[in-house]
């Protein structure tokens, strides 16, 4: 885990594979027991984060409780106690949880997530999150629908590693 020129707030991603972002390549892995994917940091401080995808359609057979997924983005939470990020959540709900249940959120951490809006399998969802002049956006947007969120908040200084 020891990267030449990285600071305090840095580690490398949190990927099983090696990824390659703002041209600059990375291939230590590290592993968690509740996401998946990976976080890119560095010795500068990022500013914004996007990602744009198609809401997949959860498969909900009932056989077990508490099936989640959830695709987003955000700065931090990788190597600190912030976490600003925003993205859709599905699970499996109802009476035997054989009903997916979809809806885009955000979470400016320690505080908790908000749901703003239910998604549909199929929606284009596009999520951002940057950081200017001390302040953090979130935007998630459902394109297909036509719905979209945005909140601001004054941050702390942080990391700021992309996840």
Known sequence: RDVTGVQTCALPISSAQAAQASGQKFSVAEQSLNWSGFAITSSKKFTYAQSRFVQPTLTCTGD??????????????????????????????????????????????????????????????????????GKFTLTVADLTAGHKKSVSQIGRASCRERV
């Open 64 to 133: 077990h409780a508490n099936e989640w997924s959830s695709n987003w983005v955000g700065l931090d939470g990788f190597n600190n106690t912030t976490v600003e990020q925003d993205g859709t959540a599905a699970h499996c709900g109802g009476a035997n949880n054989t009903t997916p249940v979809y809806k885009a959120w955000y979470e400016m951490y320690p505080a908790g997530s908000v749901n703003v809006f239910t998604v549909f399998p199929g929606d284009t969802i596009n999520t951002s999150v940057s950081f200017s002049n």
